[in-house]
């Protein structure tokens, strides 16, 4: 089984920066990818970024420029910098690992509230 924990969110004020982590535990498969989700209130969940244990990066258009996703794969942890934070970036945020073997493994944490004022 695949726990994951997120952590560092928070009340930020616009244009303010914050940093997540997210550190996964359990019989994970070294080749993966780990990404972030969010939900705002009353919307659907969307991507914001993933990245693969290559290092591929895929980030939403609406964060591009803006957020950097990054991991130690040796720790299994994942990091989401946000900075120019906005007032639509207020959401909660999963974290996500997910691969491919035989079947689609797909895990995600409870998540943790990120509040952008103006």
């Known amino acids: 089984q695949v726990h994951l924990v997120e952590s560092g969110g928070g009340l930020v004020q616009a244009g303010g920066s914050l940093r997540l982590s997210c550190a996964a535990s359990?019989?994970?498969?070294?080749?993966?990818?780990m990404g972030w989700y969010r939900q705002p209130p009353g919307k659907q969940r969307e991507l914001v970024a993933t990245i693969t244990s290559g290092g591929i990066t895929n980030y939403a258009d609406s964060v591009k420029g803006r957020f950097t996703i990054s991991r130690d794969s040796a720790k299994n942890t994942v990091y989401l910098q946000m900075n120019g934070l906005k007032a639509e970036d207020t959401a909660v945020y999963y974290c996500?690992?997910?691969?491919?073997?035989?079947?689609?493994?797909?895990?995600w944490g409870q998540g943790t509230q990120v509040t952008v004022s103006s």
């Open positions: 996500n690992v997910n691969w491919y073997f035989i079947y689609m493994h797909n895990y």
């Open positions: 359990g019989s994970i498969n070294k080749v993966n990818t």
